[in-house]
């Protein structure tokens, strides 16, 4: 079992953060983040983020394991059919991966290769359900495998987004199809996150906050137009804009939704974008 | 309906490189109410071709220029006319252009690009409302199909990227799983959230297509 899945088993607190692997083959920058990440217990490493083309995650998850970091590999159905899944799926597992992020993925409309098509061959349910078949000994096919791969799979919810109830459903298909764990889109509101975790909270299955490091103004309104599911509320855009020091004020934001994190969910997984020397101040008590 | 749009004329020009005459087909079902190969158009083409300095030996509106028997016929009764020209533009959706190649050797320039299966809404307004996927799942989603109305094709719910009820690909556009969720909830039924709906069998979806009607059930017959 990896790290950490024994955490969250045992019910303790987690941290996560993330990494996008390069546009290139050198792979030393993605390293150092990671050492300034030593605080969090595993690494999501994203997977062409954003439908942007980058390294393949599967390389940079594997170099992270042999630099002694944990990582949690991202998979998107975007950019892969169901055999390329799974056959990554088995090379992800013999390479030493256990963690993974099982997501639909945004659409190429918003990435770097626009004209490329878009697969979605399986959608983030379904491929919940192939990694189940897989620990379990068959592929999608039926057929057996040779020795079946050990996984912690995980998927992603957006509990800021309406309409909630059927933000639930969907979260609930994927907890009958074997998540173990959630990570959520950025959440900026109590309210929100509060009414949520009540309906989520007795389904049992540990989500890990996503926590959102707004540097200035100008970043979350990018955010609220460019990036899906992610929305800033008026009132935090209003003290960003007030702020002397906005980059101290986003921290302050960042550090009361990680309260949140602590009163109503298992973690946080941290976004803060080149400033992870915050990342002490963020999970200031 | 296919719908068709015109491909630019510049587009074309750069084909008629090596064309001196052109004998120009149009259809008068589809490629007509998109008003990409009806009467009003191969009329325009034909009148910009001479304005080129070209010669259009003659030209046809087919019925149904799918149809590759009744195009075949009708090339064949105007076959001076077609024998004169170096290549025939075919105003018309893709299945109308091979209906032509089928039953020609000469050669065959498009000057239509086919866009999709579309519902009018009214005129000059249509909207892809099936894929053909050869799969339906309509039964259980409503009525709603999000193979074709989701941007992802998604089959159990909505993605992270739905905002307020809005797709990430079009803000403007409501996403389809949230009004496959309230037409449910209005008949009262679960419908597709009752269950994981499976990954699509693409083997339906085999192509080429080839369907031959059942004459007793109208059922689909093996391939």
Redesign the interface.
Known sequence: MSRFAEKLSRQQFVLTAEIAPPKGVDVTLALEKAKRLEAVDAINITDNQGACMRMSPLALARLLIEHGYEPILQLTCRDRNRMALQSDLLGAAALGIENLLLLTGDHPRFGDHTASRPVFDLDSVQLLQVVDGLINGTDMAGKALSVSPHFFPGAAVAPATEPQQLVLKKFQKKIACGARFFQTQAVFQRSQLESFMLAADRFQVPVILGVLLLKNLRMAEFLNRNVPGVQVPEDLLKRLEEATDPLAEGVRIAREMVALGREFCQGVHLMTFGCEDLIPQILAE | MIIGGSKGREELEALLEDCQSLFLIGCGSCATVCKVGGEEEVFAAQEWLEGLGLEVTGSVILDEACHIMRAARELRRLRVQVAEADALLVMSCGAGVQSISDCTEKRVLAAVNSLFLGNTRRFGQYEEKCSLCGDCILNETAGICPVTNC???????????????YC??DNERECA??RI?HRLEKQQRQGV?AK?????D?SRKFKPGLHQLDRSSGAERKK
Request: aromatic fraction near 14%.
């Open positions: 941007a992802k094709g998604l089959l159990n719910g909505p993605c992270g990227g739905m905002e307020n009820g990430e690909v799983w949230v969720y959230f994981t709906v499976a990954a699509k693409w």
